[in-house]
């Protein structure tokens, strides 16, 4: 039996799940600070003007953007498994040795540029994706079992703030960084060496689950799990170990379920616009404004700084409206999936129109679609974990590989489109694209999405017979229809 008295227990107090999620968000900023590097490095690693002790390599475009793209095919092919991996072994470990080997690798990338070339620079960074691979299924993994539901998105959307944070300060301190004493390969010393101490702090201090961790009090582990508090006389269930087994995943539940494929496509769409943007947005400046924003990295990094102040704003706004009670959970997930795909959308139309004489409106517009992109992190971002608390990393590995699918293409299909990169039409066209990917990908999320946990996340148990001969229920495994 279990004593249901209500917990004492202050839903604002900072606790060891706010030490987590710090974690976290500190380990997807050098996360991104590691995926960032390359692009900010290779400039000066291929500056023929620069005569640098370090070397400099004369790299053609066709070389460079190879050793750019050789991060994300690495990427790509290991979500899947590595959500895999943080439903049987837990997220922390994951975590953990995913961003550690990451920034292990990035302190030996000079050394490999200077021993095979980009072959060797390109398989290091191949390495880098697949260690990276698993970040997003093993975060959604750790925000599942530690944000209880009510704190769902204050405390995702911290985590996965740390992103833009990560990105902005390598934009910003790169420079700084190339023109000390220790040149480029300080970019990659600099984010390697502190990813390696965060993996340390994080082994030491976090862990998969509240169940795990040695360091929360039990009431606390209680308001997580949201469970009544166990009172002094009830007995331990002697089966209660036997209760933690891991349920293998519904395969087939999932990939017939409308509700993960509105997660599927609304992710996919988002990562067009949001690497279109990144990887394309400097060249459009140079070409068609004659603006080189890549030698301004200040202004290289304001539109993710926009972002990250965006991402606390809309968190505010979103806390006032669940004590409010304003707005149900789907309602709001709608609410700020719409501000993050269709204001972004809207403004790449714009952009589409602004010429040479526009180039303050050109950056206005660039952080308004930048930066209001981040209300997708208490939209579809977090529908992962409304749909299967129980299956959030597998699912999250599904979607951010198709999503990073279209990383790839999209580069490319600028490439195909844009053959004069003069030309404001063929990039009008680019925008265009761009925006019915936003405009389609919210649609579907806002017109089927659910948000309800889903019945294949928690399988039916059955009875099976003890060693005694008595009957009791077990885990089962699989879901039972």
């Known amino acids: 039996m279990v004593d249901n008295r209500k917990l004492d227990y202050k839903e604002k107090a900072f606790g060891i799940r706010h030490l987590q999620c710090t974690l976290i968000f500190f380990g997807l900023a050098v996360s991104y600070a590691l995926r960032v590097n390359m692009s900010v490095a290779i400039v000066a690693m291929t500056d023929k003007s620069a005569a640098s002790e370090h070397g400099v390599y004369l790299w053609d475009e066709k070389t460079k953007s190879v050793v750019l793209s050789s991060f994300f095919w690495g990427y790509v092919l290991t979500q899947i498994p590595s959500g895999q991996l943080a439903h049987k072994y837990g997220g922390h470990k994951v975590l953990c040795w995913g961003i550690s080997i990451c920034s292990a690798l990035a302190v030996l990338t000079p050394l490999c540029a200077k021993i095979g070339g980009w072959p060797f620079v390109c398989a290091m960074r191949l390495a880098q994706g697949f260690c990276q691979g698993s970040v997003f299924p093993s975060t959604h993994s750790l925000i599942s079992k530690w944000a209880p539901i009510k704190e769902r998105g204050l405390l995702g959307t911290i985590c996965y703030s740390g992103s833009q944070l990560g990105t902005a300060l390598m934009l910003c301190v790169s420079g700084e960084i190339t023109a000390s004493f220790m040149g480029w390969p300080g970019i990659f010393y600099a984010s390697g060496g502190i990813g390696c101490i965060w993996g340390l702090i994080f082994y030491f201090f976090a862990s998969s689950s509240p169940a795990d961790n040695r360091f929360i009090s039990e009431e606390e582990k209680l308001y997580i799990e949201m469970l009544p508090v ?164 597998t699912l999250m590995g599904m979607t951010n590989c198709a999503a990073n699918l279209m990383s790839i293409m999209a580069p490319l299909a600028v490439g195909f489109i844009v053959t004069d990169e003069k030309n404001p039409e063929q990039w009008r066209i680019i925008f265009f694209i761009t925006a019915g990917f936003f405009f389609i990908g919210n649609l579907l999320f806002i017109s089927f999405g659910k948000f309800e946990t889903q019945s294949w996340n928690d399988p039916q148990p059955v009875i099976v017979k003890t060693a005694n001969n008595r009957s009791r229920n077990s885990v089962y495994v699989d879901t039972v229809h």
């Not at 519904?250 to 509700?259: A, F």
């Not at 789907?330 to 809207?346: D, Y």
């Open 230 to 393: 166990p009172s002094a006389e009830s007995p331990k269930d002697p089966h209660e170990e036997e209760s933690k087994q891991k349920f293998p995943t519904p395969w087939l539940e999932i990939i017939t379920s409308v509700p993960f494929y509105c997660v599927l496509v609304a992710h996919a769409t988002n990562t067009w616009g949001y690497y279109t943007l990144l990887t394309q947005i400097p060249t459009y400046l140079k070409s068609i404004l004659g603006m080189d924003i890549k030698k301004n990295a200040l202004l290289s990094s304001l539109p993710y700084w926009v972002m990250l102040v965006l991402s606390y704003f809309f968190l505010f706004v979103s806390e006032v409206l669940r004590k409010t009670q304003c707005m149900s959970l789907s309602v709001s997930r709608k609410f700020f999936n719409t501000i993050g795909h269709w204001i972004p959308m809207l403004g790449l139309i714009g952009m589409g129109y602004m010429g040479k004489d526009n180039e303050t409106l050109v950056i206005v517009l660039l952080m308004i679609i930048v930066g209001t992109n981040a209300a997708c992190y208490l939209g579809f971002q977090l529908n992962h974990i409304d749909l299967s608390p129980n299956f959030a990393s």
